[in-house]
């Protein structure tokens, strides 16, 4: 999980997979050092989303990000370097928001 080029650390990440054409949630971590993180899943497609935060200049800054990963075929057991990008999360005034939606 990165945020302009910066590893991030304690980033909730999310797996959903297409179930019968609804994304359904599967599991879920955070991420640890250098933004790295270990979700585990089942075959099929699969999307991952992540929540986390930064503070700068004292203030809490929400980001969010996600990705549609490639299908995960049946037997393999890991997949590397799966970066999600995070970008900040505006609140509906322009602002930042304190909480996730």
């Known amino acids: 999980?990165?945020?302009a080029g910066m590893a991030i650390e304690e980033v909730q990440v999310r797996v959903f997979r297409l179930d019968?054409?609804?994304w359904k949630e599967s599991a879920s971590g955070r991420s640890g050092y250098h933004g790295s993180f270990i979700v585990k899943t089942k075959p099929g497609m699969i999307r991952l989303e992540a929540r986390g935060e930064i503070f700068k200049d004292n203030k809490k800054i929400p980001l969010a990000g996600r990705i549609t990963a490639p299908e995960?075929?049946?037997?393999i057991r890991r997949m590397d370097r799966i970066v999600i990008e995070l970008a900040p999360v505006p609140d509906e005034a322009g602002g930042w928001s304190r909480k996730f939606v």
């Open 1 to 3: 999980t990165v945020y």
């Open 72 to 75: 995960v075929p049946s037997g």
């Open 20 to 22: 019968e054409g609804q």
